[in-house]
């Protein structure tokens, strides 16, 4: 897996990498579409960048793939057979996963430090702010998306800055995929059900 299947800018894209962002291409675009076929996508390409984020010691970035595989699972039979159902979140709900999402931001920080994690402040919003989009994908809530669309740009500038120029670029797509499962799902949250 560590074959290299073409250089850019100086930078080798493995076998892994490559197979990796392609699966987790097809998974998010499927994501966007509220697709239940996207979650066996979302746990291989999770597996596969699970093995490459240890490589070059993006620890919470590893750690994140091992959530998107529990949160995968639960997704698959979570969803109906039709897909996500998109709603929205209630306006208390969104103001305590931030206050919580803050704190744990801030607590576990520390952590990532202490086993030298390469860069402690974009990775832990990444960790966190993954796991409270991937929740919120699972309970069908069209604001995922806004989260992932943050969580998303934030890694696209990490990747770049740490040299992973092929991942950098494979999330500023996902920053793209983002706005358009939030117009997607938005859209679907907000227009009525025709009546049986």
Do not use: C
Not at 155 to 174: D, K
């Amino acid at each position: 897996m560590d074959t290299v299947l073409f250089t850019a800018w100086s930078y080798d894209v493995t076998l892994l990498e490559g197979i990796a962002a392609t699966t987790a291409l097809v998974a998010v675009y499927l994501g966007t579409t509220g697709k239940r076929i996207m979650w066996p996508w979302w746990v291989i390409s999770s597996s596969l960048y699970a093995i490459w984020f240890y490589q070059y010691e993006y620890y919470a970035s590893m750690a994140t793939q091992f959530i998107f595989i529990a949160f995968g699972i639960w997704g698959w039979f979570g969803w109906g057979p039709r897909g996500a159902d998109p709603a929205s979140i209630p306006w208390r709900y969104r103001a305590i996963g931030l206050a919580a999402f803050a704190a744990a931001w801030i607590a576990f920080t520390p952590y990532l430090q202490s086993v030298g994690a390469v860069y402690i402040w974009s990775d832990t919003l990444g960790l966190l702010g993954s796991a409270l989009a991937q929740f919120a994908m699972v309970k069908e809530k069209w604001e995922n998306w806004l989260v992932w669309l943050v969580v998303n740009v934030v890694l696209t500038v990490q990747f770049w800055l740490g040299e992973s120029y092929f991942t950098s670029i494979v999330y500023l797509i996902f920053t793209g995929m983002a706005i358009l499962g939030l117009v997607r799902w938005y859209r679907r949250a907000h227009t009525p059900s025709p009546a049986l």
